[in-house]
């Protein structure tokens, strides 16, 4: 099992362009979760789904957008980046019977 | 929402010494807090848990204790190592949240040999 995984690792983009982070697991998890960390802030929740077809905002949400088409996927998109937005971005699933949430490898992102 | 606070910041201690690292909730709804590690550059894995039937929990050189009526639940590891180094993040869970952590803003344990 490959756990939960992110793509790509490292990302550098310039103000006003656009990406998409892809959050895959396979551990059949319901409920999926986009962090952002940055340095003296902790983990602060964007967006989260409880299952296929369902997202709904956290605490940070603004100038993100994200899509659960699939069960075992879940993407973050960035329509036009801002230098605000540099951070490293970590994707978590958890079992809706479970607790323990489950951290993919996490993408650098720097917005020039 | 729920709202935590860990403190300190940053705790050196040498080899073989204790650490305690400190955190406060706000929401008395809040029924599960796991504690994290993160080593540099690297994703944060779960240490410890506890919920909030229970006051105290260990596990070899870590245990979580948990005052409800305080609000308040601490992380302790005794004779540290340096492979102890890392950044230990608290959080709580509330209990009707889809399983939503809220997390501390981290402490950087540094542990000299």
């Known amino acids: 099992n490959a756990g939960v995984t992110q793509t790509p690792k490292f990302r550098v983009l310039k103000t006003g362009q656009s990406m998409t982070l892809l959050c895959a697991q396979d551990?059949?998890?319901?409920?999926m979760y986009w962090y952002r960390q940055d340095p003296g802030m902790g983990l602060r929740l964007i967006h989260y789904s409880v299952g296929e077809g369902t997202t709904a905002k956290g605490e940070v949400p603004d100038g993100y957008n994200v899509s659960r088409l699939k069960k075992q996927n879940f993407l973050l998109g960035l329509e036009s980046a801002a230098p605000s937005q540099t951070s490293v971005y970590f994707c978590?699933?958890?079992?809706?019977?479970?607790?323990?949430?489950?951290f993919g490898p996490g993408t650098r992102l720097t917005v020039l | 929402g729920e709202n935590v606070e860990q403190h300190p910041s940053t705790l050196s201690v040498q080899e073989g010494d204790s650490a305690v690292i400190k955190c406060t909730y706000s929401?008395?709804?809040?029924?599960?807090f796991p504690w994290y590690k993160q080593e540099l550059g690297k994703r944060p894995q779960l240490i410890i848990d506890i919920r909030s039937n229970v006051g105290e929990k260990k596990d070899q050189r870590i245990a979580v204790t948990l005052n409800k009526t305080a609000k308040h639940f601490s992380l302790h590891i005794t004779e540290t190592q340096p492979e102890d180094s890392a950044v230990y993040f608290c959080a709580a869970k509330v209990g009707t949240s889809y399983g939503k952590l809220t997390f501390g803003q981290g402490t950087i344990l540094t542990v000299h040999p």
């Open positions: 978590a699933s958890t079992a809706a019977s479970r607790n323990e949430q489950f």
């Open positions: 551990m059949n998890h319901e409920y």
């Open positions: 929401d008395s709804a809040s029924n599960y």
